[in-house]
């Protein structure tokens, strides 16, 4: 099993989680103890009890870590500067099993940010899953949504999962093909 960290945790309250790599949402009690063995764009993936779960950012201070800080965006920045920071969310989107984003494993086809009125605007992303029965699919997309929606000025980001053409190696980024040797 890859190991970004091996930080032992406590659960200091009842807690969120989902099994991984069946998807499968749990809850964690509060004293349960582990260890940190990913700490990646603000999700934990956390051994406890011989099994895996993921730990959303939201949930840190449940294994006594901060939260994410919130995203800022300067005012009246244009629809450039927010595709801009759409890319960098999706970079912190990582699968809880491979320590490499969602960009650099090229599960995103597109993301495409389109102005609606009042300054609100709407992000399409069309990702797909390095396996079509990965049980952490669902996870994986709702990691990106909320993640986008945490970009100031965007109400909604609508992430669709698709198959064509189905994910293989060479559309991962040089970066993480060498980093998980394949390259």
């Known amino acids: 099993m890859y190991s970004r960290s091996s930080e032992p945790v406590r659960f200091e309250r009842d807690c969120a989680a989902v099994l991984v790599p069946q998807g499968e949402e ?16 603000g999700s934990y993936t956390v051994f406890v009890e011989g099994n895996l779960f993921r730990i959303a950012g939201r949930d840190a ?8 800080e919130p995203l800022e965006l300067p005012d009246g ?24 984003n969602v960009v650099d494993l090229g599960l995103i086809y597109e993301a495409a940010v389109h ?14 899953l390095t396996a079509p029965g990965c049980g952490m699919g669902e996870i994986l997309v709702d990691d990106v949504r909320s993640k986008l929606e945490m970009i100031p000025t965007v109400r909604e980001a609508d992430v669709e999962l698709v198959f ?15 980093e998980t040797g394949m390259l």
């Open 26 to 41: 749990v809850t964690l009690p509060a004293g349960s103890a582990g260890y940190i063995t990913q700490a990646l764009g």
């Open 61 to 68: 201070d449940a294994i006594g870590k901060e939260p994410p």
């Open 77 to 100: 920045a244009d629809d450039a500067a927010v595709e801009q920071l759409v890319w960098k969310q999706l970079r912190t989107c990582f699968d809880p099993e491979i320590p490499i």
């Open 115 to 128: 102005a609606g009125d009042g300054g609100q605007r709407t992000v399409e992303v069309k990702m797909t």
């Open 164 to 178: 064509d053409p189905p994910w293989n190696q060479t559309m991962m980024s040089e970066a993480a093909r060498l």
